[in-house]
């Protein structure tokens, strides 16, 4: 099973490598979008501090849903999906190796850039380590049930619009944790409270949403 | 002695869309038994073989592999048969070899170079072994692909949607000879084609959806 997961992991990661500008292009679209805040607002330190939260995980959580569509749709199409479904290997434990996959192209990226451009909008050092953790702790939850949602829209024209529709409602308290931590730590008011929420979504997460994706892609297939 | 059924169709039906493609289709097969499922374009061929993976559910009956339901034994019937589509199956970023050893994994099969490569090689294709599939020509990559039966010979049912599509007459006769091989070790293969094949079989069933068709309409 671990043998499968690596295989699923070591597959994409080599495909991810050679298509290099896919993933380039969500991490971009992250950079552009929060660099053009602080240009567009106007340099007012307090007033940057105060949004900075919020424009940093809205174009985080933008930046994770662009790379959705390119999560099952390809395999969809080259037969490789329906492979997968035939594998011998529980399904489950290969659309794990997706998501994991998906985080490490889409959501870790940007985990690692986002403190250097917190420093744009003059977020204090700590504030900075707080929006890595949050970063770490909620993008992954963002692939997993991003993943959900893009099994569910496997092979719908127009998925894409579908699948901000259907996964935006269930990012939503993702974003308004993740944002907050951010917030409370700027206000200096600690920040735990939050990450113990975000890590109870990323537990809840784990559990249920390969559980739903499978599901999701065995219907996609009929 | 009679052969040993292993694969058991039982009143099949198959609904797509609107149109009622086959029902009451019932056959079975033992080991070294060949299965051909002919018929028109859009009798239902290919949804019959997904059907028989497991990909589809059929509208109503049901297919038993050893006297089990394949619902209920997904995975246990997954590791006994081999699918090869009508697509490919193949990555066009990745070389014939990494597509052949993440298939071979995924199969829970041994992943080593070496035995990739023989199995390339018996389809004249471990030349282009290290090649990007997306550069090889149609009928390279239909011998990629059927390289997985190479490597499938342990695995008892295949299942085959038109295999001879796109090969020249070389690989059709490779194809032929490790189908023969197959079915001579207790093997099964159901298969789709156009073609008149010759594959040496015990026995060689036909499921005609055709008659089915008719059948259906003067009931």
């Known amino acids: 099973m671990i043998r499968a997961l690596a295989w699923v992991l070591r597959r994409d990661m080599l495909l991810a490598f050679r298509r290099r500008g896919d993933v380039v292009n969500a991490l971009v679209f992250f950079v552009i979008v929060v660099s053009l805040f602080p240009l567009g607002v106007g340099p007012e330190p307090n007033q940057l501090r105060g949004m900075a939260p919020g424009v940093l995980w809205v174009a985080a959580l933008l930046a994770c849903m662009l790379s959705l569509a390119r999560l099952f749709a390809p395999d969809h199409q080259d037969g490789t999906l329906e492979q997968m479904l035939l594998a011998g290997e529980p399904l489950v434990v290969l659309v794990m190796g997706k998501a994991i996959s998906h985080w490490l192209v889409s959501g870790l990226p940007l985990v690692l850039i986002a403190p250097l451009l917190g420093l744009q909008f003059d977020l204090p050092g700590n504030a900075l380590a707080v929006l890595s953790v949050s970063l770490l702790l909620g993008t992954p939850v963002l692939s997993l049930i991003g993943a959900v949602g893009a099994a569910l829209t496997l092979g719908v024209r127009g998925s894409g619009v579908l699948v901000a529709l259907l996964v935006l409602p269930l990012f939503v308290p993702v974003l308004i944790f993740g944002a907050g931590s951010v917030g409370a730590a700027v206000a200096g008011t600690g920040a735990e409270a939050h990450f113990l929420l975000l890590g109870g979504f990323l537990a809840l997460s784990v559990v249920l949403a390969p559980w739903a994706c499978a599901a999701a892609l065995r219907i996609a297939m009929e | ?219």
């Open chain 2, 1 to 219: 002695m009679g052969i040993a059924v292993m694969l058991e169709a039982i009143e099949l039906e198959c609904i797509r869309g609107e149109r009622r493609l086959f029902s009451g289709l019932s056959f079975s097969l033992g080991s070294g038994e060949l299965l051909r499922v002919v018929g028109a374009n859009g009798s239902g061929k290919t949804s019959l073989l997904r059907i028989m993976c497991g990909l589809v559910e059929p509208s109503a009956g049901a297919l038993r592999w050893q006297g089990r339901s394949i619902r209920t034994e997904r995975e246990e019937y997954s590791r006994n048969l081999v699918f090869i589509g009508h697509l490919n199956a193949l990555k066009d970023d990745l070389t014939a070899l990494e597509n052949l050893q993440v298939a071979a994994a995924l199969a829970g099969m041994p992943a080593d170079a070496a035995r990739m490569l023989a199995a390339l090689d018996c389809f004249g294709v471990a030349h282009c072994a290290e090649l990007p599939a997306k550069v090889l020509s149609q009928g390279q990559r239909r011998r990629a692909a059927l390289a997985r039966l190479a490597l499938s010979s342990a695995v008892p049912l295949w299942i085959l949607d038109e295999p001879f599509s796109a090969l020249d007459v070389a690989a059709v006769v490779e194809l032929e000879r490790l189908l023969a091989a197959h079915l001579a070790s207790g093997g099964m293969v159901v298969l789709t084609t156009h073609q008149e094949v010759q594959v040496v079989a015990q026995a060689v069933l036909r499921v005609d959806l055709d008659l089915h068709a008719a059948a259906l309409l003067a009931a």
